[in-house]
């Protein structure tokens, strides 16, 4: 069975303290890694998809990249506005995504 | 905006009774989805459509169904309504299956 699993569960960091999450992951056959933000009361916002091990993708103070059984989500000098709950999903064998339970991160000025 | 719309925002009922949820899916995408979220338990996958037929079956009850129109919007109709059904309900759309989804802003479901 597909799985996803997330840790750690809520991370607090102060404003400018690089960290990482972690998504660890039990695929029968990877299609796709995705990483979503969502904010309270909305949907989830899409950031990343990885698809091999070894990718890596960036965008503003974050990084995504993928091993063979886990990707991770680095926050380089992480901003108050970077506070959110961050989802890790797979593609699964039906077509729909399976979500990990998310990490909440929270950034203090 | 992700494009995708849902209504309504919020939905409160009693127990025992039946409520439809709509989704209307990014324009040109054939691809919906619906998922729960619950605070223990995540988001969930619900079902999928894809251009009007069901592709897919997740933990969705037996009182839960849904349908896709011709003009590709979606609705979640979940029927005799339990206190343990009140949670977020997200529709979310993608171009094809197996690509990144467009989630809505949801529907917080309270049942009283």
């Known amino acids: 069975e597909d799985q996803v699993t997330q840790s750690p569960e809520a991370l607090r960091l102060q404003e400018g303290e690089s960290s990482s999450l972690n998504c660890s992951y039990t695929?029968?056959?990877?299609?796709?890694l995705f990483w979503y933000r969502q904010d309270p009361g909305k949907g989830p916002e899409f950031l990343f998809t990885l698809y091999s091990a070894g990718e890596e993708k960036e965008k503003e103070r974050l990084k995504a990249t993928l091993t063979k059984k886990e990707s991770f989500l680095h926050i380089t000098a992480p901003k108050p506005e970077d506070s959110a709950t961050y989802l890790c999903?797979?593609?699964?064998?039906?077509?729909?995504?399976?979500f990990g339970k998310g990490t909440k991160l929270s950034v203090k000025p | 905006d992700s494009g995708v719309t849902q209504t309504p925002k919020h939905l409160i009922t009693a127990t025992g009774q039946r409520v439809t949820l709509r989704c209307s899916p990014r324009s040109g995408d054939l691809s919906v989805y619906w998922y729960q979220q619950s605070l223990d338990q995540g988001l969930q996958f619900l079902i999928h459509?894809?251009?009007?037929?069901?592709?897919a079956k997740g933990n969705i009850l037996e009182r839960f169904s849904a349908q896709q129109f011709p003009d590709l919007h979606s609705e979640l109709n979940l029927s005799s309504l339990e206190l343990g059904d009140s949670a977020l309900y997200f529709c979310?759309?993608?171009?094809?299956?197996?690509?990144?989804?467009?989630f809505g802003s949801g529907t917080q479901l309270s049942v009283l």
């Open positions: 459509y894809y251009n009007g037929e069901e592709r």
């Open positions: 999903a797979v593609g699964g064998s039906q077509g729909n995504l399976i």
């Open positions: 695929v029968s056959g990877l299609r796709g």
């Open positions: 979310a759309s993608s171009p094809r299956t197996r690509e990144k989804l467009f």
